[in-house]
């Protein structure tokens, strides 16, 4: 049989084995060929893995491990941590010094999370810095772990600066380096960046590591419901569905529903309801989930599916003007042409195009939905696009 089928199967007398075997000798190949394997093993099987190559490790043999960290996964990175420290701490310091100053990517990057175990580290300070900034992303999270571990304001504060840069890949940049930093005194510019960015759903996607989506709503009602409506919206395409259970979704959408409901709350109630309608109702977007998420899927499918929606789009209508931080996700529920018309003087050259794609898709658009809209949009680039709609 395979040696990746038993290290992976259930059978101990088959896994125990082929893990000692790997660490006692070192195999690389072996080791190799599991980390390709991580994008086709469920995150349990991957835990289990791990657990099963950490019992296997011992003071004898743990430098064994040394070898196998050509080959990056996040899978594992916590299990060489931990071994590392426990069996070599002070000692294996300076071979962990030297990956982390001179080895590959993968190696600094696993070195980099022994590092956070060991915590005796301030001499590295402006190499952790530079790392932090690496294509990397492994590397540059666990480095940037480090700097938090070092409370480095330095590098703190050029990453706030990074929220108010006109370039908005540079201000996820911030956002993502402020996030790994668990800098959660950040929350609010964060959220100011994600309302004005083309990238909010992204930048949504990274403040439940600071604060959970449930004390995010708790603290400040109406911050919390824009984040949840835009982590809604990045499902599947920018997060996987895995984020219903990392972010308790289903927890927040029963306190929701039990409270007294408003416009805001409807307007993430009914974008939630369609969109785990669709993920329930398509096997395309669960096929490779674990038996936990699809099963919070479909439970929130359940839950949502007993709200009518009918409801929700008659209070959600009160978010239909200019300065509504959710009329954008409003207006994908309108039906009513007279409703959509009103957008159309809006001072929002994006809102208005919107407004005119709905309209179009609806087979509602006229010429004369296309010289109001002409009047309230100055931009030459958009006057272009409506023209031709």
Not at 130 to 137: G, W
Not at 144 to 159: G, P, Q, R, W
Not at 285 to 313: C, E, H, P, W
Not at 381 to 387: A, Y
Request: net charge negative.
């Amino acid at each position: 049989m395979d040696l990746i089928k038993k290290l992976t199967g259930k059978n101990p007398s088959e896994y125990e084995p082929v893990a000692k075997a790997l660490i006692d000798n070192a195999d690389t190949a072996l080791f190799e060929k599991l980390v390709k394997q991580d994008d086709f093993l469920f995150d349990f099987i991957k835990d289990n893995v791990a657990k099963r190559l950490q019992k296997a490790c011992n003071p004898s043999n743990y430098k064994n491990i040394l070898p196998l960290l050509k080959y990056y996964s996040p899978s594992y990175e916590m299990m060489f941590g931990e071994v590392l420290n426990s069996y070599g701490g002070k000692e294996i310091y300076p071979v962990m010094k030297n990956l982390y100053l001179n080895g590959n990517n993968s190696e600094k990057a696993y070195s980099a999370k022994y590092l956070s175990f060991y915590g005796n580290f301030e001499e590295l300070l402006p190499v952790i810095r530079e790392y932090a900034k690496s294509d990397f992303q492994p590397l540059a999270i666990n480095s940037t772990e480090l700097l938090s571990i070092l409370n480095d304001s330095v590098s703190k504060e050029e990453a706030l600066e990074k929220l108010k840069s006109e370039d908005e890949f540079e201000q996820f940049e911030g956002v993502k380096f402020l996030t790994a930093f668990g800098a959660k005194d950040s929350v609010n510019q964060i959220i100011e960046t994600m309302k004005n960015s083309s990238l909010s759903e992204n930048i949504a996607s990274e403040i439940p590591y600071l604060i959970s989506v449930e004390v995010l709503i708790n603290t400040n009602f109406e911050q919390g419901i824009l984040v949840l409506c835009n982590i809604i919206n990045a499902i599947p395409d920018i997060i996987p569905p895995s984020a219903a259970v990392d972010y308790d979704l289903q927890g927040v959408f029963e306190k929701l529903i039990n409270n007294t409901l408003n416009s805001t709350s409807a307007v993430a109630l009914a974008l939630a309801k369609e969109k785990f309608s669709e993920l329930a109702s398509n096997e395309e977007y669960l096929f490779d989930t674990d038996k936990n998420t699809k099963d919070a899927v479909k439970s929130i499918d359940a839950q949502l599916g007993r709200l009518n929606m009918n409801r929700l789009k008659s209070l959600l209508y009160d978010e239909l003007y200019d300065g509504s931080d959710f009329v954008f996700f409003a207006l994908d529920f309108v039906d009513e042409v007279e409703e959509l018309e009103s957008m159309l003087d809006s001072k929002n050259p994006t809102l208005v195009l919107k407004t005119l794609n709905l309209l179009k898709s609806k087979n509602m658009l006229t010429e004369k939905h296309r010289e109001e809209a002409l009047k309230s949009v100055t931009v030459p680039e958009l006057k272009e696009i409506i023209k031709v709609l």
